[in-house]
């Protein structure tokens, strides 16, 4: 209960790192869903509304897709989720090729 605890702490904090880095708003995703890719693994299974596929970037893998479900949420799926590959071979997901900060 309390690494789940210090993880989300974790993650609110390096969310607020990436959003003021460079004074933009930056997705919601950043250096959240880095974290979040491994923490996560793929078990994912909302309705995906957009997905990006990560170019290694600091500590992204290119192995991990990013997902946001309709409620804006950003999530990280491995690309070893048999579900991902299902949606994105039944073309109900696709994934453009770009880096997430």
Request: hydrophobic share 35%; proline share 5%.
């Amino acid at each position: 209960m309390s690494l789940k605890i210090l993880s989300i702490t974790v993650l609110l904090f390096m969310g607020s790192l990436v959003s003021s880095a460079d004074g933009k708003n930056a997705p919601r995703g950043g250096l959240v869903i880095e974290v979040c890719c491994y923490l996560a693994r793929p078990y994912f299974r909302k309705p995906i509304v957009e997905c990006i596929k990560q170019i290694p970037t600091g500590n992204c893998y290119s192995d991990n897709f990013a997902v946001k479900d309709e409620s804006g949420d950003w999530h990280c799926v491995t690309s070893d989720s048999l579900w991902m590959k299902q949606q994105i071979q039944q073309g109900k997901v696709s994934c453009s090729e770009e880096p997430v900060y």
